[in-house]
């Protein structure tokens, strides 16, 4: 819901979180008036919420997009101007942020292996 609110009423939004977010992205739809920061929490191992993307475990008609390609979208809705960056933050913990971006609008995304938000 988040994300739908963020396309939707970005004048009214400061920033979006999202913890094993399902996300209907792409959205040719969404064009927020003012870059918005995002942050995403998700698992690895999610089967409701696929990290790499496709049908979910509850529902093989709809498939979610990777979240890698959720972030990537939102990084170029807010004209992130760096590449992003990778890091491990823990044995089990990555984190990909796009920095640089209009209206310091970054995207940042947290990986947890073998957990399930």
Request: aromatic share 8%.
């Amino acid at each position: 819901m988040s994300d739908l609110l963020a396309c939707e009423f970005s004048n009214r939004i400061a920033a979006i979180g999202g913890v094993a977010g399902a996300y209907a992205q792409p959205r040719e739809d969404c064009h927020p008036s003012r870059p918005v920061p995002v942050i995403g929490f998700h698992g690895l191992d999610d089967q409701i919420v696929p990290y790499l993307g496709g049908p979910s475990s509850r529902d093989d008609e709809f498939a979610f997009p990777a979240i890698e390609d959720w972030a990537a979208n939102w990084a170029e809705r807010n004209t992130c101007t760096n590449p992003p960056q990778k890091n491990r933050l823990t044995g089990e913990i990555d984190r990909t942020s796009y920095k640089s971006c209009e209206g310091n609008a970054d995207v940042i995304t947290s990986r947890y292996e073998g957990i399930i938000l």
